[in-house]
Structures are given as structure tokens and as C-alpha cells.
């Protein structure tokens, strides 16, 4: 499924896809991430998780992303060097990173 969508125009997100599709091209693998505080303050404003049970939350699927991804990829999750880019959302926000991001796409 992740490459036949790759066939098309869009995006995937998570899935280890950046492994799946390694060989493919015309793609670009972003990882995306945040400090703490910012994960907090996104998790209690979108996704309505408790402030005191947030970084407990975040800490407990960040570990299991992590195991994920190892299992199915023998690599590892954080690793920079699997990532076309990484980009800290805290820097520009949400909105803005998206934004840079398909400006990033569509300069292809």
C-alpha cells in the first residue's frame, strides 16, 4: 500500500515508509521533532491529554516508535542520517513547517 501511494501524489507518515521506500525516487524522507515542552503543549491543546500524564504519554509512544521502527527496519528511529531532512517544528511551528516543507516539494 505505502508504495503504491508513493506512485501517487502524497504523504505518509510514519509506517518505517522512509525505510520501505529507501530506493525509491522522487519521494523526500523528513523526520520531524520537538523538544518536550513543545510535545507537552501540542498534546494537551490537539489531542486533549492531561498536562500532569503528558510527558509520561509522549515518553511511553515515542518508546514504542522507537521499538517499531527497529524491529521492522534494524535501524534506528532518530537516526538523521535515514531522513532526506530533519527539522525541529520548534523553530518554525506547525503551520510554518508544513509550509516550508511544501515549498521544499514543489522547488523539486
Excluded: P
Amino acid at each position: 500500500m505505502i508504495r503504491d501511494i508513493s506512485k501517487k501524489s502524497g504523504v505518509i507518515v510514519g509506517r518505517c515508509a522512509d525505510y520501505i521506500l529507501k530506493d525509491s525516487k522522487n519521494i523526500y524522507k523528513i523526520f520531524l521533532y520537538s523538544d518536550m515542552k513543545n510535545k507537552i503543549k501540542r498534546a494537551t491543546k490537539y489531542y486533549g491529554v492531561d498536562k500532569k500524564d503528558a510527558s509520561t504519554i509522549i515518553s511511553k509512544v515515542d518508546k514504542q516508535r522507537e521499538k517499531h521502527y527497529k524491529y521492522y527496519t534494524n535501524r534506528n528511529w532518530r537516526e538523521f542520517d535515514n531522513y532526506d531532512f530533519a527539522i525541529n517544528v520548534d523553530t518554525l511551528g506547525v503551520e510554518k513547517t508544513a509550509i516550508l516543507i511544501k515549498n521544499i516539494i514543489l522547488k523539486k
